[in-house]
Nanobody, 121 residues
């Protein structure tokens, strides 16, 4: 059982930056793909960025490509999402998730509780 805890979300102005962290409770995290997802009010949860267990495979949604960077430090059982040039439309609850086998899916097995990111205009 892997528990995930996100941190780093807060209120930021348009154009600002944030770095989210996702701390995992178990070392098996290092063998799982990890994803960052977000859900805005009234919208479905969407994929933001994905990273495989080694970091050799990465995916970004078109809406964040070039502005966000996903990474992980398996020695620390932690994943990260660096968010730059933030826009009001990035406002959402951000979740990290991990899965042994899934990739481009919102049906990951392990989920964190989410952290709120609010970008003011």
């Amino acid at each position: 059982q892997v528990q995930l805890v996100e941190s780093g979300g807060r209120l930021v102005q348009t154009g600002g930056s944030l770095k989210l962290s996702c701390a995992a409770s178990d070392r098996t995290f290092s063998t799982y793909s990890m994803g960052w997802f977000r859900q805005a009010p009234g919208k479905e949860r969407e994929i933001v960025a994905l990273i495989n267990w080694s970091g050799s495979r990465i995916y970004y949604a078109d809406s964040v490509n070039g502005r966000f960077t996903v990474s992980r430090d398996n020695a620390k059982n932690t994943g990260y999402l660096q968010m730059n040039s933030l826009k009001p439309e990035d406002t959402a609850v951000y979740y990290c998730a991990a899965d042994r086998s899934k990739w481009h899916s919102t049906d990951y097995f392990y989920w964190g509780q989410g952290t709120q990111v609010t970008v003011s205009s």
